[in-house]
C-alpha cells in the first residue's frame, strides 16, 4: 500500500473509533440525566425495604437524581434479578440481587446466568438472621427447639422469606446438622412473616431483623442468630454457630445492574452508593436492624460472587436439595 493511503486508512480508522467512543462518553459525563429505579426484590414495610430506602435517599444527593425504590416481592426474592436479564444496560434499572441468586440456580431452572447476566457495582451491607418463637411459646432455646423436633419429627412449623433464601438455608443446615425435621413455610417477606408467627399461624420465624422490634416489645424470643459472633444488639443471645451446629450466613448485599454496562457508569453508581456509608441516616438504619457495613468495591464484589456461587453450588448438594437435571 502507498504510504499516503496507508496513513489515511489509519488516521480514518482512528476518527471511527473516536466517532464510536464520544457518544459513550457524552452518556457517562451526563450519567445520571434522569431518575434511577433500585429494585427491592421484598415487599413494602419491611427490614430490607427500610435499609433500601435509606440507601437510596442518601444516593440521591450523592448521584444528583433521584433513585426510586420499586418493589417486587416473590419468587424467594428473584424478581429483581429476573427484571435485570431484559434491561438497558445504562444505569437506571438497578435491584438488590439477593444470596438467592447463588442458590437457587443449583436447585431449579432460573431465568439468568447468576456468573453472566449482572453487573456488580458495590455490596454495602449485610443481614443479621435469627431464629424466633412467640413469647408464649414453651420452646425457650435451641436445645429445647431440638428436642421438641426429635420428639415430633416434621411438626415444628418455621416461617422464611421464601425458598432458597439464606434464613430458609441457614434452617435447613442447622437442622441437618441437628438431626432433626421441621416444616418449611415460606413468604414473600419480612412483613408476610412476621404476621404469620405473631398470629400463630407458624411456630417460628427465620428471618432478618425485621423481627427485632417484636423481640424488643416482649412478642418474640429470639433463640439465636446467625452471624460468626453475637449481635451488639442482643448480646445475651448465643449463635448457632457456638452452639456447636457449623452454621453461619449474613448475605452480603448492595446494588447491580445488568451485564454490559459503560464502565464509566458503573464507576459513578459506585461511587455514590458507596457515599451512602458515610451518612448518619443510612448507619442509623442499619443499627435499627443490626446491620453492619461490608462494603466491596466492583472487581472484589464480582469476585466474590464467583467464589460464592461455587461455595452454594456445594452447600445445595449437602442438603440434597440440588435439581435433578
Not at 133 to 143: A, L, R
Request: aromatic fraction near 8%; hydrophobic fraction near 40%; proline fraction near 7%.
Amino acid at each position: 500500500m502507498h504510504p499516503i493511503s496507508r496513513r489515511r486508512v489509519i488516521v480514518g480508522a482512528a476518527t471511527g473509533i473516536a466517532t464510536i467512543a464520544a457518544p459513550r462518553l457524552a452518556i457517562a459525563q451526563a450519567f445520571p440525566a434522569q431518575p434511577i429505579k433500585y429494585i427491592c426484590p421484598w415487599p413494602a414495610g419491611g427490614s430490607t425495604d427500610a435499609v433500601m430506602r435509606a440507601i437510596a435517599d442518601s444516593a440521591s444527593r450523592a448521584l444528583g437524581q433521584k433513585v426510586v425504590i420499586e418493589n417486587k416481592p416473590g419468587a424467594g426474592g428473584m424478581l429483581g434479578a429476573n427484571e435485570l436479564v431484559s434491561a438497558k444496560p445504562d444505569g437506571y434499572t438497578l435491584a438488590q440481587v439477593p444470596h438467592g441468586v447463588f442458590r437457587i440456580p443449583h436447585m431449579q431452572k432460573t431465568a439468568f446466568d447468576t456468573l453472566k447476566d449482572f453487573t456488580w457495582i458495590a455490596c454495602l451491607t449485610g443481614y443479621t438472621f435469627g431464629l424466633v418463637v412467640p413469647t408464649e411459646s414453651p420452646i425457650k432455646s435451641i436445645k429445647d427447639l431440638v428436642d421438641y423436633a426429635k420428639a415430633n419429627p416434621g411438626k415444628f412449623s418455621y416461617g422464611s422469606t421464601g425458598i432458597g433464601t439464606s434464613p430458609h438455608l441457614a434452617v435447613e443446615e442447622f437442622a441437618q446438622r441437628a438431626g432433626i425435621k421441621l416444616l418449611h413455610v415460606p413468604f414473600k417477606g419480612n412483613a408476610d412473616n412476621m404476621q404469620a408467627v405473631l398470629g400463630g399461624h407458624t411456630m417460628g420465624a427465620s428471618d432478618a431483623t425485621g423481627w427485632g422490634p417484636h423481640v424488643d416489645a416482649g412478642k418474640l424470643r429470639l433463640l439465636a442468630t446467625y452471624g460468626s459472633k453475637r449481635t451488639k444488639r442482643w448480646p445475651n443471645v448465643p449463635t448457632l454457630d457456638e452452639l456447636g451446629f457449623k452454621t453461619v450466613s449474613d448475605s452480603p448485599f448492595g446494588v447491580c445492574g445488568p451485564k454490559g454496562m459503560d464502565p464509566a457508569v458503573v464507576k459513578a453508581l459506585h461511587d455514590g452508593f458507596k457515599k451512602t456509608l458515610d451518612d448518619p441516616a443510612v448507619l442509623a438504619t442499619f443499627d435499627k436492624y443490626d446491620q453492619s457495613i461490608i462494603y466491596m468495591d466492583t472487581d472484589t464484589y464480582t469476585k466474590w460472587a464467583r467464589e460464592t456461587y461455587e461455595a452454594e453450588k456445594a452447600t445445595i448438594q449437602r442438603l440434597g436439595m440440588a435439581k435433578t437435571s
